[in-house]
């Protein structure tokens, strides 16, 4: 609990103190579990999302609960078996572009390095993780795709189904953030 009020009043930091901030609350994370045996690709396109774009820190949130599977089951299997929602209802991503001061406004695709904490289910780890960064006037466009493993987050797939769920998830994070 303590985390998640830092994490809140971090959050709120970034949107008070800001004089540049971008923002978005729909924005879209995917990840994938597939193996051989089974596809497992849900969707969230309720992802929140702030840039300050005076120093380059990042706030991603989103409900765990808002990811949507092709079946059914699976999808409740994954809020109350592995996930566990009711008991860690959002993941969390604190962090910062690094190199911020070298980033230009050209309007052109630019790679980028993100470093910064993840929270998720319950477990808070840090990572870094490459990006590509797209501005526009109104807009700045963010995409990533980073691999996490699920057992660093204290998720537990039980043995009769380990066979159909990857032990490395493929995530990819795709933010569209207009100015406030």
Same mark, same amino acid.
């Given at each position: 609990?303590?985390?998640?009020?830092?994490?809140?009043?971090?959050?709120?930091?970034?949107?008070?103190?800001s004089q540049e901030k971008f923002i978005t609350r729909n924005g879209k994370v995917? !990840? +994938?579990?597939?193996?051989p045996?089974?596809?497992?690709? /849900?969707?969230?396109?309720? $992802?929140?999302? %702030?840039?300050?774009?005076?120093n380059g820190n990042l706030?991603?949130?989103?409900k765990m609960?808002?990811?949507?599977?092709?079946?059914?089951?699976?999808?409740?299997? !994954? +809020?109350?078996?592995?996930?566990?929602?009711?008991?860690? /209802?959002?993941?969390?991503? $604190?962090?910062? %572009?690094?190199?911020?001061d070298d980033f230009t406004w050209n309007g052109i695709e630019q790679d980028v390095v993100v470093k910064g904490k993840i929270t998720m289910h319950g477990i808070?780890?840090?990572?870094?993780?490459k990006g590509v960064i797209e501005t526009s006037k109104s807009t700045i466009s963010l995409s990533s795709s980073f691999d996490i493993i699920i057992l660093d987050f204290g998720i537990k797939i039980p043995r009769l189904v380990?066979?159909?769920?990857?032990?490395?998830?493929?995530?990819e994070v795709n933010v569209t953030l207009i100015q406030k």
């Open positions: 609990m303590k985390n998640y009020f830092l994490i809140f009043i971090m959050f709120l930091s970034v949107l008070s103190f995917t !990840f +994938n579990a597939s193996t045996l089974e596809v497992i690709a /849900p969707v969230n396109n309720y $992802v929140s999302c %702030i840039l300050d774009t005076e706030v991603f949130q989103l609960i808002s990811f949507k599977f092709e079946k059914a089951l699976m999808e409740e299997h !994954f +809020n109350e078996k592995y996930v566990e929602s009711d008991k860690f /209802p959002k993941s969390t991503f $604190v962090g910062q %572009i690094q190199n911020w808070e780890k840090e990572i870094i993780v380990r066979d159909k769920i990857s032990e490395t998830v493929k995530v």
